[in-house]
């Protein structure tokens, strides 16, 4: 079965300042998705990044980018520029596509951005 | 906000009863999963629709059961509530063809509540 580690509870950043939020997976399949997801307090899961695991090279959403590194099994998201708007819990998530589309998401990442 | 509906919002159930949550997919979407999400977790893996049967499954017992529609819509059940059925459930859509393949469109979810 796979894992989602995200290790760090709680993060924070200074407005227009650069963040980096951790996730490591376990896995044991060659072909998978990995996302990360924002989900504002008391509102919808927001889709940010996309990553396939057989792409080497780093997927980037306009100040959203992340650190891929397949053979070390983790998969940062760094967020540029920080803005108010990007305060929310960061979710890690890894699909799976050998087993029907299984998916498992980490425990989230709550990112505070102070003014 | 993605094109993922659901319903109810909210819903207050007691201990024993039975239960019916809806989402309606993103136009174009011909799968749909459906996740468990208790307080301050991630999102957990209940299961997977894809045309009308269904293909991937969590760790949840037979009480939790689903259905999807000829035009891709679909229904979560849970028998026989227990208190810790209570959390929000989400309704994630998808497709399996193009770029955004299994990139998954979350709704904004329903509030379940077992007294």
């Known amino acids: 079965a796979q894992t989602v580690t995200q290790s760090q509870p709680e993060m924070s950043v200074q407005e227009a300042e650069t963040v980096t939020l951790s996730c490591t997976y376990d896995?044991?399949?060659?072909?998978?998705?990995l996302f990360w997801y924002k989900q504002p307090p008391s509102r919808q899961m927001i889709l940010v990044i996309r990553?396939?695991?057989?792409?080497?090279q780093n997927a980037t959403e306009n100040r959203f980018s992340v650190n891929f590194q397949k053979a070390a099994k983790s998969f940062s998201l760094k967020i540029s520029d920080s803005q108010l708007g990007d305060a929310a819990m960061y979710f890690c998530?890894?699909?799976?596509?050998?087993?029907?589309?299984?998916?498992?998401f980490g425990d989230g990442t709550t990112l505070t951005v102070k003014p | 906000e993605t094109g993922v509906t659901q319903s109810p919002t909210h819903l207050i159930k007691t201990r024993g009863q039975q239960v019916t949550l809806r989402c309606s997919s993103q136009?174009?979407?011909?799968?749909v999963s459906w996740y468990q999400q208790a307080l301050g977790q991630g999102p957990q893996f209940i299961f997977q629709?894809?045309?009308?049967?269904?293909?991937g499954r969590g760790n949840f017992p037979p009480r939790f059961s689903g259905l999807q529609f000829p035009n891709y819509s679909s229904e979560l059940n849970v028998n026989a509530l227990e208190l810790d059925d209570s959390a929000l459930y989400l309704c994630?859509?998808?497709?399996?063809?193009?770029?955004?393949?299994?990139?998954?469109?979350f709704g904004p979810g329903t509030r379940l509540t077992v007294l």
């Open positions: 896995t044991s399949e060659s072909d998978y998705y």
């Open positions: 994630a859509s998808s497709t399996r063809a193009g770029d955004d393949t299994d990139t998954q469109y």
């Open positions: 998530a890894y699909i799976s596509l050998t087993n029907a589309g299984k998916s498992t």
């Open positions: 136009s174009g979407h011909n799968t």
């Open positions: 629709y894809y045309r009308e049967e269904e293909n």
């Open positions: 990553q396939e695991a057989y792409k080497q």
